[in-house]
């Protein structure tokens, strides 16, 4: 099996997005990539339970890409092992009445994890920078005081937004949360087989939505502005990692694996010591209860 190198899928310079790989061979088959996946996934709880217990860092999972890129099923494949009490995942959608009451950040910045905890952004803070240059129409929704008509959304407009962003990412991260960024890389061809598999297999009818051909006409620009926001926003404290997405049991072995391998590094995260008092009685609490 090929060797995952986490700096192989590190955006740590400036990328084209036509040059980052959609597809890699990791050299074994569909069902070694499951095996190899719940072993990490295993290792992760185990990191997971001792972040809950240490209390000291949250991790908080960004995952971004497009339509039909896998992002719901790669949460619930590489997450599967986790007690429940130390994750928690949210879906970004359109944001409600009150979400537009307040800045575009507010609804993300409320559901960070807790330390000890991992969180997961299911869509994120980066719709803000890539459906809104899309669809900057969206931007008239947000009623912010500098933005009166279209003519207000300038250069020096995104360029505020993205600075936002990184200062974001930056405070969370000096505060100890360890983030992590995946950009789901689909490509055109693989998106279409998987709308065609929706619309051909009943069970999934419900997955489609017309939108999802609205979108896909718009295929060039979201690349164009994916490629802007990896280069802009993808940081040492937060870092964006190309995840090839069009072969899904291998973009959650690699994802899972990329957790893995940066989360262990942290040495510093261990199981809290008992207080003296507690621990000179252990061999007394044994006693008492193997009398009863």
């Not at 997005?17 to 050299?27: A, N, P, Q, R, S």
């Not at 409600?96 to 950040?105: M, R, S």
């Not at 690349?223 to 995840?243: G, V």
């Amino acid at each position: 099996m090929k060797k995952i190198k986490v700096e192989d899928f590190k955006i740590s310079s400036k990328v084209n997005i036509k040059d980052l790989e959609t597809k890699v061979d990791l050299g074994v088959g569909k069902k070694q990539l499951e095996r190899e996946l719940r072993t990490v996934s295993e290792n992760l709880a185990d990191i997971q339970n001792t972040m809950y217990a240490h209390g000291k860092y949250a991790v908080l999972m960004c995952i971004q890409g497009m339509d039909t890129a896998g992002k719901d099923s790669l949460i619930r494949e590489v997450f599967k092992e986790f007690n429940v009490r130390g994750i928690v995942a949210h879906s970004f959608k359109k944001p409600t009445e009150l979400g537009l009451k307040h800045d575009y950040l507010w609804r993300h910045v409320i559901a960070l994890p807790a330390r000890g905890k991992f969180g997961i952004f299911n869509r994120t803070h980066y719709e803000n920078v890539l459906v809104t240059r899309v669809h900057p129409e969206y931007l008239m929704y947000e009623n912010m005081p500098d933005v009166n008509s279209l003519d207000d959304v300038d250069d020096a407009f995104w360029d505020r937004r993205f600075n936002e962003i990184n200062n974001f990412e930056k405070h969370i991260a000096e505060n100890g949360t360890i983030v992590f960024k995946f950009f789901l890389n689909l490509s055109k061809d693989e998106q279409k087989n998987r709308l065609l598999r929706r619309l051909n297999k009943p069970s999934k009818n419900w997955k489609f939505s017309p939108d999802d051909l609205d979108e896909r006409k718009c295929w060039d620009d979201y690349q164009d502005y994916y490629e802007d926001a990896l280069n802009r926003t993808s940081k040492e404290h937060a870092p964006w990692y190309n995840i090839p997405a069009d072969d899904k049991p291998a973009a959650r072995y690699i994802v899972a694996k990329i957790l893995y391998d940066t989360l262990k590094e942290y040495t510093d995260i261990k199981e809290p010591e008992l207080p003296a008092k507690q621990k000179a009685n252990i061999d007394l609490y044994k006693a008492q209860l193997e009398e009863e």
